[in-house]
């Protein structure tokens, strides 16, 4: 009977792995290497390459440079409601990317909550590039948070202490001792959010609309050409896997290259194995 | 807390110095090296200016690119050290500073850290469970229960009059509790629950425990001549544990520690022949009792 319950878990594991490998597999028996690199060069790929690449970008530094302090002082800080506050940053991991698009809409839209005061700037947020930047920057900054707040819980509390003793304000604290004792963690944080704001489609698409140049991002684009060429299609589908196997790779790599394991006695700290979970 | 005229912290007086402004050395339990750092960057975090002299002194010098995950206790001890005195403080706290060692680089440490600290004649204040440790590396020993200090002196005089049971077992008595009568001929008896009878030159009565040190404690296979100044108690051998070239015997209720040389003549062993711990009254200290202490 053992033997009948270790063959079911093998069985379960194969068809996950077939189920999730299969559309990669397909994509690449489809569109052979030849064939995408040509379609590559077609206007479309390449607009829709450099908006993905710019918006991600500029989405990305504004998270590490906004969730960085943010996440420390979180994983330090111990206030009132604190709980509910990472709860709250959270959320757009489990909210349908579509509610996030009209979330955005709602807010920033020319008839939504700051809708009259930024109408007074003279921005108009929908349709524009600055609005992909705030979809990505929405549904990708929890994957980096979340990581962050992990990766500054998990440090060894007398280390930064002993710090402290030696003459270290908390800013330098932060700066020479917290942040590169999280590095590995936070990269991988990154590396995961940068990821995620890559394949972002639903928020996109709803609250930027997919204007080819200026706010069709790789998988809008791909949604664009589905009926138009599937070639191409396939081919910038095929871009980015490659892309984010990439990532996936420099995520598990990355742990190895980097030590930052505390060796004090009495906390072990755990380096970043490369998981989201806190 | 004040530091000569420096006030640190005075709560009345709205006086809180941020701890990176009050010139403390602290070594930690842990240590708390800074893993991403090379030794050399450890020890200059505090300050730059006597970084090599201080490498030099702690013997670490050849150590200045290796990083702490690779060093052993007693490195990671003398950089942790030289990393606080970097900071040239002006008083040192040293948490359990012999805590993380292994028993043979303690006492080499424990010597060592003897001549820095008189070396350096800086106030430190040092923290230990150990209370050989505090008496060898400080010059006053203060024991600490619960957040209160129960009794600050010489080492000496903490055994020699312990304040209560938790000092005089903190510097190494058994205690034996029971009630106290006074006999009259200036020596008091105490009668434990297990119906043990001893004397003591100190007055007391009521509820009170008896402190008795090993090293006051011989062993004898028969009972000595009846005698009120002489404790004499019979048990069996609980065990028998060698400490250096020392044997450390569990008579019934009390702990003798006698030389192997004895211990062999007596042909002392766990379990076998039951032996009789003698210990004169006037070695006996009565305090009165306390309530227990959770055993740190």
Redesign the interface.
Known sequence: MRRGFELLLAVAASVTIAFLVLPLVALFLRVSPAELLGQLGSAAAVEALLVSLKTSAIAHVVILLVGTPAAYFLAMRRFPGRDAAIALIELPLVLPPAVAGIGLLAAFGRRGLLGEELTVLGISLPFTQAAVILAIIFVASPFYVRQAIASFEALDPEVLEAARTLGASSRRVFARVALPMAWAGLSVGSALAWARGLGEFGATIMFAGSLQGVTQTLPLAIYAELDRDFTTALALGGFLVVISVALLLLVRLLPGWTSSTSISLFRFARSSSGSTSA | MALGAERWFDRGGGVDR???ERP???L?????????LSVADNVA???RRRVGELMERFRISHLARV???ELSGGE?QRVALA??L??EPRVLLLDEPLA?LDAETRSIVQTELADLLAELSLPTILVTHDFEDAATLGDRVGALVEGRVRQIGRAADLVAAPADPFVARLGGATLLRGVARPLGNGLTELTTADGVVITSSDPGAGECAAAVYPWDVSLSRELPASDSRQNAVRGPVLSAVPVGNRLRVRVGPVVAEITAASADRLGVAEGGEPMVASFKAATTRLLPATAPVHDA
């Open positions: 941020r701890p990176e403390v050395g602290y930690f339990q842990g240590y708390a090296l800074f893993p991403h975090f505090g300050g990083r702490p995950a990671r990393r606080a970097a900071r993380a």
